[in-house]
């Protein structure tokens, strides 16, 4: 049961900061490249490779 709550209790504190880091005026979360964000083949902002299927 310790080692649940010692998870849970991290897991929440993760996810406070990342609200608090929203919050303040930091950029939003956002996903890492590919995925849908490069869904239609055009170029990432934050990807290396411009986003092309090869």
């Known amino acids: 049961m310790e080692t ?3 998870a849970f209790g ?3 504190l993760s996810v406070l900061g990342l609200a608090l ?3 303040f005026g930091r950029s939003p979360l956002k996903g ?3 995925g849908l964000a490069c869904a239609t083949g ?3 902002s934050g990807c290396r490779k411009g ?4």
């Open 51 to 54: 986003g092309t299927d090869e």
């Open 32 to 34: 890492s490249c590919g």
């Open 10 to 12: 991290l897991v929440l």
């Open 42 to 44: 055009l170029s990432c």
């Open 4 to 6: 649940f709550l010692l």
């Open 21 to 23: 880091g929203v919050i």
